[in-house]
C-alpha cells in the first residue's frame, strides 16, 4: 500500500503590524519615537527605540540624547483631542506646563525659565529678541492675539548645548494660524531676530521624515559667519498653541539633538 502522504498545513493569515509603530520605525534617523494609546485613549508615551531596532541604525552613536520616557497628561473626562474633529478651537486640554519636553539624562535645568508656578511671564520671553523695537511689536501681538499664557522649560547638556522651549498659547488655532505665518516667518525667515543670531535662513537639511503630519514647522539655522556661538531655532503651529524652540552652542550648534529635540516636542503636541 502506497505511502499516505503528510497532510499540508493550513495558510495561516499574515501578522498585522501596528502601524504607528512601522511609521515611527520608518520616521527618521535622529529620534524615533512612538506613540502607544494607554487607558481610554487619553494618555500616550513617547520613548526611544533602539538603534538596532531601527534598519540602518546599527551603528556607532549618531548624536541623539538620552531622553527618558515621556508621558502625556490624560485630558480631563470627555475632553478631545487638540486635532480632533470635535474640537472646534484646536484647544489643548492638558496642562500645558505638562506638555513640555521633559530634559535628556545628564542635563542641567534653566531655573530662570521656571517663571511662578511654571508659567513664564511674557517680558521674559521677549528678553530673548535682540531689538527693543522687535520686543515691543512682538509683545503688543501677543496682547492683541489674546495670549493666555506660556510655559517654558531649558536646560544645558555637558557639551555645552543650552536647549530653551517655550509654548504659548491661545484661544483658538484660527487666532495662531494668522499669527504664525506671516506673523512670525517671514519670506523664509523669523519675523524677529534672537539675540546671537542676526541672520538665520530656512533649514533645508531638516529631514521631511522627522516632520509632524499636523504640527506646522519652520526651522530656521543661524548663517555664516556667525559669533561665539551659533543658534539653531524652530517656530512650531499646532491648534492653539506655538512653540518656539531654540538651541545654541559655541562653535557649531549641532544638527541631530535639534532635529531630535524638535521632533519630540511637535510629537507632544500633536
Excluded at 64 to 91: H, Q
Excluded at 110 to 136: I, P
Amino acid at each position: 500500500m502506497p505511502d499516505t502522504p503528510p497532510p499540508v498545513p493550513e495558510p495561516q493569515p499574515p501578522v498585522r503590524k501596528d502601524r504607528r509603530v512601522l511609521r515611527a520605525a520608518l520616521r527618521w534617523t535622529a529620534a524615533v519615537v512612538v506613540f502607544a494609546a494607554a487607558g481610554a485613549g487619553t494618555a500616550y508615551g513617547v520613548t526611544q527605540m533602539k538603534r538596532t531596532d531601527v534598519p540602518g541604525l546599527a551603528t556607532a552613536s549618531d548624536g541623539r540624547w538620552d531622553y527618558p520616557e515621556i508621558v502625556m497628561p490624560p485630558l480631563p473626562s470627555g475632553s478631545p483631542g487638540p486635532f480632533a474633529r470635535a474640537n472646534k478651537t484646536g484647544a489643548h486640554y492638558a496642562d500645558l506646563r505638562a506638555l513640555l519636553l521633559p530634559a535628556p539624562k545628564s542635563a542641567k535645568a534653566d531655573a530662570a525659565l521656571r517663571g511662578t508656578d511654571g508659567w513664564l511671564a511674557a517680558k521674559d520671553f521677549l528678553a530673548q529678541y535682540a531689538s527693543a523695537d522687535d520686543r515691543e511689536e512682538f509683545g503688543q501681538k501677543l496682547t492683541d492675539n489674546g495670549l493666555r499664557h506660556i510655559a517654558a522649560r531649558g536646560w544645558t547638556t555637558p557639551d555645552g548645548t543650552r536647549t530653551r522651549i517655550y509654548l504659548l498659547q491661545f484661544d483658538t488655532a484660527e487666532v495662531v494660524d494668522e499669527l504664525f505665518s506671516p506673523g512670525l516667518i517671514s519670506y523664509g525667515s523669523p519675523a524677529y531676530a534672537l539675540s546671537g543670531a542676526p541672520n538665520a535662513t530656512f533649514d533645508d537639511g531638516y529631514p521631511e521624515a522627522a516632520r509632524s503630519e499636523k504640527v506646522t514647522m519652520s526651522a530656521f539655522n543661524e548663517s555664516k559667519p556667525y559669533g561665539a556661538e551659533q543658534v539653531r531655532q524652530a517656530y512650531l503651529s499646532a491648534g492653539d498653541t506655538i512653540a518656539l524652540v531654540v538651541q545654541s552652542r559655541k562653535g557649531t550648534a549641532k544638527a541631530v539633538p535639534f532635529q531630535q529635540t524638535v521632533a519630540l516636542q511637535s510629537q507632544l503636541l500633536d
